[in-house]
Nanobody, 116 residues
């Protein structure tokens, strides 16, 4: 399979931006790569996905503010987050899927905190 390591989280004021990165231990060329988040006391929820092949799509809550991208040459997927609000505060997780895997692979998560 693959190991995933997220980075780029931190604390930012409302209206600010952050870019998250997820680096994979091997090629992501054939993998569907996604971002999820989990706020305190809530279930983990879908944020965005960039399937391979395919085009990105987003949860309505982040559409127009977040952009997922991938650089297969660097085995990396990104999440550019703009116009952040306190509701975006959560641990953000990277996920990889393959049609040949029985289960998804998750990263360890990176904390994003947005203050008002």
């Amino acid at each position: 399979q693959v190991q995933l390591v997220e980075s780029g989280g931190g604390s930012v004021q409302a209206g600010g931006s952050l870019r998250l990165s997820c680096v994979a231990s091997r090629s992501i060329f054939s993998l569907d790569m996604g971002w999820y988040r989990q706020a305190p006391g809530k279930q983990r929820e879908f944020v965005a996905i960039f399937p391979q092949p395919g085009r990105p799509y987003y949860d309505d809550a982040v559409k127009g503010r977040f952009t997922i991208s991938r650089d297969n040459s660097k085995n990396t997927v990104y999440l550019q987050m703009n116009s952040l609000s306190p509701d975006d505060t959560a641990v953000y997780y990277c996920k990889a899927d393959s049609v040949s895997w029985a289960t998804s692979v998750w990263g360890q998560g990176t904390q994003v905190t947005v203050s008002s």
